[in-house]
């Protein structure tokens, strides 16, 4: 009952690099850890996280079982209006470093959220290690959890996927980075399963969101929901240069979007109905293989409204049968005002009798030139994100005003200026007027 009163208002805690475990958690007495801080919280309570360096150590791991390592371990939940919030304090930046973390023979999970309803916001990750030479993958974040946000969070130059849904529904990771991460230990060593972002839920894992991401120089891919059980939806994020090194040497896969593919289930174990993933409004640039790609899919994938650029093929639809393991090219998808630009090929494997196709660039008599786009200028896509968290503002593959690409899409039901819809991520600025 005292602990029940203690509560009845959100309370806050803190959490600080040169904090102590065994102190009060208050401002002027903060905790050292965000595991100690959870055992504090209540729903509706807030940890507010200082600015700075925490360097993670092994003797902080939370729990190790079988091959796992918990370093960071969120089991307790918050309540449906009463999240419990972790938070950098305003205006800081903490970062927790993991390069000391290096369990022998265990994967290394930064944070794992098996709790629901928690909000997580504004800190970095870096340093997560892989430990294991066989086939193996390290995590920055994994979520376990339900109606959980990520928000304002990055991973990156490490060894780690930077965010995973393994379970869990109702989802949203919003405006996170991840980049720079391959594991160079295990297996060949060219880092194939760190990717920016992945998606694997089994059925029930529904209504989960990937919204204003960035993913690039990842080792494998910038977002990829193979064999997933249900369906997942990536909107006005980005994925750039995934597959190769900062200095462009190549790596594993490399594609942008990985919207789908169960490639290798058998017949009998095919979820039922094969999920529908969305990638809408989406830039993909420079991947070292597809933009935007099917994967096998057996159904239909939805591509609406996205820009690719200088990837080896801009949009890869391959599919299967649905019967057996045959490769075809993709049946179902939806393909509607998607973009195109000096691709290695615009489309492949796409049956396009048996699919609804309208709207892409690749479709017009007028195919896209530079004299286009008001910016072709890459290094626009790492510029800081804005104030609230949100992706930069850039030229970057925008129409120009006039460009004969302007108003040739066709209506989705999302707003547009103009006459009709631009194809691609972005719709066009118009004119100044005198």
Known sequence: MF????????AEFFVAPDGDDEAAG?????????????????????????????RMRPARIAREERIFAYVTLLDR???????????????????????????????????????????????????????????????GFDNQGSHNVYERLSVHDGMAIGFWI???????VLNCDAYRNHDDFSGDRRGGNTDGFGFHGPRG??????????AWFNSDDGFDFINAGEAAVAEDCWAFYNGFSPRFAP????????????????????????????????????????????????GGVDFIHNSA????????????????????????????????????????QLDAAACEVRGNTWQLTEFPVAGDFLSLEEAELTRPRRADGGLPEVSFLRLRPGSRLVDRGVETGHPFRGAAPDPGASESIPAARD
């Open 26 to 54: 208050t401002r002027a007495a903060p905790f050292a850890s965000i595991q100690r801080a959870q055992r504090a919280v209540a729903p509706g309570d807030t940890v507010v996280i200082r600015g700075g360096i925490y």
């Open 3 to 10: 602990l029940a009163a203690c509560h009845v208002g959100a």
């Open 166 to 172: 393994g379970t869990g529904s109702h989802n949203l």
């Open 77 to 139: 939940s918050g309540e449906p209006g009463r999240p419990i919030r972790y938070r950098a304090a305003p205006g800081e930046t903490p970062v927790f470093d993991f390069t000391d973390v290096r369990p022998p023979g265990r994967r290394v999970h930064a944070f794992r959220v098996t709790g629901s309803w928690l909000h997580l916001e504004g800190f970095e990750v870096i340093g997560v290690q892989v430990t294991i030479t066989g086939h193996t993958q390290s995590i």
């Open 251 to 298: 790596l594993a896969d490399g594609n942008g979007f990985k919207a789908g593919g169960h490639a290798g289930t058998p017949v009998a174990r095919l979820p039922n109905p094969i999920p529908r993933h969305v990638v809408r409004g989406s830039l993909a640039v420079r991947n070292k293989a597809n933009g935007f790609y099917a994967n096998h899919h057996i």
């Open 205 to 214: 894992s529904v209504g989960n969101v990937f919204r204003g991401c960035r």
């Open 309 to 348: 650029a200088r990837n080896r093929a801009n949009y890869n639809l391959l599919g299967r049968e649905g019967d057996n393991r045959t490769l075809i090219p993709g049946r179902g998808h939806r393909l509607l005002n998607n973009l195109g630009f000096a691709g290695g090929t615009e489309v492949t």
